[in-house]
């Protein structure tokens, strides 16, 4: 007869394990701060302290405890199957802890053993006898909860402890989901470093954090490969990277470089505002090709020979050569800039040739850098391969509409090459819009440097500079709410992972840019990852059953091919009501609401939210913003097209049908305004609802 287990027993027993190893985790800490303070003592020299110091400071951030957070939230106990861990126990947690002989008292999630974690089920015990999971609340150990994998017993989603993780009120940034990542996730997390994917997640099934934690799986395993190459998280705006910025550190990954697209082209600064019509124009995936057309326009052929002098002598480069040398490089493809210089070496070398023909000896450096410099080499490479920049190669083509017809000759029509001039060259209105300019905002000047670029010329000037220079890549990239990418965009991140991977992460019906693809295949190739698998995932762990099926009302009037999302939460509370006051509801559904634990996020079209908040504050309830990075108050008041990507426990939505008109795809961005919400839903309406939700 097994003897009944001595519960307060283990749960002591636990504690204890967790103080040893919070103690262990400062031991290992300590020695890093030392060692950091006398590195410049042992380096051999300067760069050698440098390259040490750059390593002990990253060290010490990585071993950070927050005592808030469990150093470990997961046991495996290993039964006599599995023949290399027989009769091992294992505490499986955010990061490696070692005690002073280096015995290992917590095991990082990321470690191959702990994939059993994850991966193990009744019918897959995968060597264990069980797995045990720890209740945490504010950093102490609460509580646990045993499955006999052994016995067949296993809880799955029924876990109390499980549940209670993914339903804990959300205050604050995103958190990590280590402690909660399922089998299908963990297989995403898991993929190869090779490996590009795309994961068309629904609404709460957790695809940001998988491609965060995927990014950190990937640091650990391939960790001196991306430490030089690094790794890019690319997210839709600034608000979103506040939102995610403190999950990887949580896991000890310190070393992530986190961007919007906008901020990967900052070649220019963003001065003036484009119109639609010229914005659809600029985000084309055809303006890959006008520009291209444009670099290639600027190499010409050599009309006469080179003469050279060299103090006595005078060298001779006839035609024939020249029109050789400048068409082997340009059959090469290289960009415009190493092309340019390329050419130049080659014409040296045909000069030097001589030199060593007429000397017999071969010319020193120097000589070779004073006949690289010269006036007929310089002049040569001018006319035949003048040197170009990114900003003057797109301020030439809007200002010279010849040029631009050239490039632009059966791409784009003479209404849409009108779009592209400025708004001081006439042209007819291809929009038809009253009141719109169908004129580009660009305000151009005599120079590029006189010119106030809109944002999207900034994407045209990277794609021109991607055109002349070598850009810089990353090891491997994600990119998330990644639906909205206009082709051009997606070209961006393209040349910066180039020979790296990519984690793709969207819901198409998340989608609401203008240019949004309905296809996953057309985004896939624009970022040169044509053969990516898109995974779905469409089980739902935040956002409760009843919130889902009501957002999922909307669905069919989107027009994009997806799964419906299905929530496996049936907590949660969802209120649908008619006022006459929106501003005064609103006050008393936030009072409300402030009864309750966690996040309360206010959302209304973005002409609605000064007046919100004003209301708010004469009522005596302090809000916050998108730009507060840590906001004194829980009630955060949001403009619909900032919410994309973020989570509130309780959500007010305040008049839907004001959302939907705010814009042509107004349905898509009032479906991600409904699915924000991780534990009630409350829809303030004075105006019917959108028809879809009737």
Known sequence: MVPAPDLDADLSAEREHLDTSRAAL????????????????????????????????????ELADDPRTPLFFGRLDFGDADAEHRGRRYHVGRRHVTDQQGEPLVLDWRAPVSRSFYRASARDPQGLAVRRRFGFRDGLLTSFEDEHLDRGEELGTTSRILTAEIERPRVGPMRDIVATIQPEQDELVRADLADSICVQGAPGTGKTAVGLHRAAYLLYSHRERLRRSKVLVVGPNRAFLAYIVAVLPALGEVEVAQATVEDLVDRVAVRAVDPPAAAMIKHDGRMAEVLRRAVDAYVGEPAEAIVVSDGSFRWRIGLEPLHRLVQ???????????????????VVSLLQRQAEARRAESPSDAWLRRMGRSTPVTAF??????????????????TDPARLATAADGLLSAAEQALLTGPNTAGPNPTGVAGKSAKSGTKLGRTPKATRWTAADALLIDEAAGLLERPTGYGHVVVDEAQDLSPMQCRVIARRSEHGSLTLLGDLAQATAPWAAADWRE??????????????????????????????????????????AESLRRDGALVVRTVTDLAAATVAEVRAALAHEGSIGVIAADDAVVDLRAALAAAGVPSATADDPQPATP????????????????????????????????????????????SRLSVLHAEPLPAPLG
Do not use: C
């Open 26 to 61: 400062r031991r290992m800490r300590e020695r890093a701060e030392a060692l950091f303070a006398t590195g410049d003592q042992v380096a051999g020299d300067r760069y050698a302290a440098e390259q040490l110091g750059r390593h002990l400071a990253r060290r010490v951030a």
């Open 328 to 346: 082997e490089t340009r059959a090469e493809q290289l960009p415009y800039a190493v092309g340019r210089e390329r050419v130049r070496a080659r």
């Open 381 to 398: 490479l001018d006319a035949v391969w003048p040197a170009l920049t990114p900003e003057s190669l797109v301020h030439a083509l809007y």
């Open 523 to 564: 985004i896939l190739r624009h970022l040169g990852k044509p053969d990516a698998p898109v995974v779905p995932l469409t089980v739902g762990f935040r956002v409760p059953a009843a919130v889902l099926a009501f957002a999922n009302r909307l669905l069919p009037a989107l027009s994009v091919d997806v799964p419906p």
């Open 635 to 678: 009630v955060t008041v949001m403009p619909a097209t900032l919410v994309k990507g973020l989570e509130y426990d309780h959500v007010i939505v305040v008049e839907p049908a004001a959302v939907v008109a705010a814009e042509p795809r107004g349905l898509h961005r009032l479906y991600v305004v409904l699915t924000r919400a991780v």
